[in-house]
């Protein structure tokens, strides 16, 4: 069965500077992993998916994340936070290979300060 | 297209009542989902759907039921409503072909609190 880590509940940067929230995931198959976030009191919106093709994966708003097999993570990043990338991201990962077809991490909330 | 589509966005039950959550999608999906989400706790599945006539259990199921009549409906039953079921719902739909896994499209959620 798959399952995934979100290694910080919280990460605080402050506008300008890099954004990077970790993922490790864990799949008996090839995984698809996705990104979603959450702004306050919104449903859930799709930043970015690897599903094996590119291992470097370019998504919306200007993230990125990097599949990296042998350390079995998809950490999601950005060169510059803004004030409106304050959100919870959810790091997700997919095989199919059970009677869950997606498993979500707990989640990350990310503060931007001025 | 709308979309994913939930009705009623907050509604609060009492002990023992019963509800029906409504769930539309008009992108032609297969796939539909329930998911639950508490704080803290991320996403937690409670039943999906690979298309009409289909439907399978989740990870939390418990105090729920659902249909799927059609490609584009998907509700989710509660009956006797408990303080533990207080919690944000959201549907969700997808496309899955002979690839795989596709992207989720999740609905704006319905917010429930049983008292």
């Known amino acids: 069965a798959q399952s995934v880590t979100q290694l910080d509940s919280h990460v605080s940067v402050s506008e300008g500077t890099p954004v990077l929230l970790r993922c490790n995931y864990s799949?008996?198959?090839?995984?698809?992993l996705f990104w979603y976030v959450q702004h306050p009191n919104k449903g859930l919106q799709l930043l970015l998916k690897?599903?094996?093709?590119?291992?470097l994966v370019k998504g919306i708003n200007g993230f990125e994340a990097e599949f990296k097999k042998s350390e079995t993570s998809f950490h999601l990043t950005k060169p510059s936070a803004h004030m409106s990338d304050a959100a919870e991201y959810f790091c997700?990962?997919?095989?199919?290979?059970?009677?869950?077809?997606?498993?979500f991490g707990k989640g990350t909330r990310l503060s931007v300060i001025a | 297209n709308a979309g994913v589509t939930q009705t009623p966005k907050f509604r609060i039950l009492k002990i023992g009542q019963s509800m029906t959550l409504q769930c539309t999608q008009d992108?032609?999906?297969?796939?539909m989902y329930w998911y639950r989400q508490d704080p803290g706790m991320g996403l937690k599945l409670i039943y999906y759907s690979v298309g009409a006539g289909i439907t399978d259990k989740g990870e939390v199921p418990n105090g729920y039921n659902v249909s799927r009549s059609t490609t584009e409906d998907f509700p989710l039953r509660l009956e006797l409503a408990a303080p533990s079921q207080t919690s944000v719902y959201f549907c969700?739909?997808?496309?899955?072909?002979?690839?795989?896994?596709?992207?989720?499209?999740f609905g704006p959620g319905t917010r429930l609190t049983v008292l």
């Open positions: 969700a739909s997808s496309y899955v072909g002979q690839g795989g896994t596709d992207t989720q499209y």
């Open positions: 997700v990962v997919s095989d199919y290979s059970g009677n869950t077809p997606l498993v």
């Open positions: 799949s008996s198959y090839s995984p698809s």
């Open positions: 690897y599903t094996s093709a590119a291992t």
């Open positions: 992108m032609n999906h297969n796939y």
